[in-house]
């Protein structure tokens, strides 16, 4: 059975930064596209970051202040977040997709509950 659980999430000031984890199991990484979408009130659930064996890819929202990363050997997907900004206050949940990288959350077949984060200004 595939279970992801996120992580990390809380409140923090303008500027500061928060590093999202995501457990996961049942699954391999090495075959799974993994990703962190993110979703604020009133808006879509967009993709912010994705990783698929080693290779990154970045909304521009988040270029150079985000970094995703995973350790295989834990299982583990991370989302460090720096120089964070009140309008990246949102609901972010990892997703996993088999062999692909889709930039839709219906894309991906196993997804996360969320974990809050909260930027104030």
């Known amino acids: 059975q595939v279970q992801l659980v996120e992580s990390g999430g809380g409140s923090v000031q303008h500027g500061g930064s928060l590093r999202l984890s995501c457990s996961v199991s049942?699954?391999?990484?090495?075959?799974?596209?993994m990703a962190w979408f993110r979703q604020a009130p009133g808006k879509e659930r967009e993709r912010v970051a994705r990783?698929?064996?080693?290779?990154?890819s970045y909304s521009d929202s988040v270029k150079g202040r985000f970094t995703i990363s995973q350790d295989n050997g834990e299982n583990v997907l991370y989302l460090q977040m720096n120089s964070l900004k009140p309008e990246d206050t949102a609901l972010y949940f990892c997703?996993?997709?088999?062999?692909?990288?889709?930039?839709?959350?219906?894309?991906?077949?196993?997804r996360g509950q969320g974990t809050q984060v909260t930027v104030s200004a």
């Open positions: 997703a996993a997709r088999v062999a692909f990288c889709g930039f839709s959350w219906d894309e991906y077949t196993y």
């Open positions: 990783i698929f064996r080693g290779d990154t």
């Open positions: 049942g699954l391999t990484f090495s075959v799974y596209c």
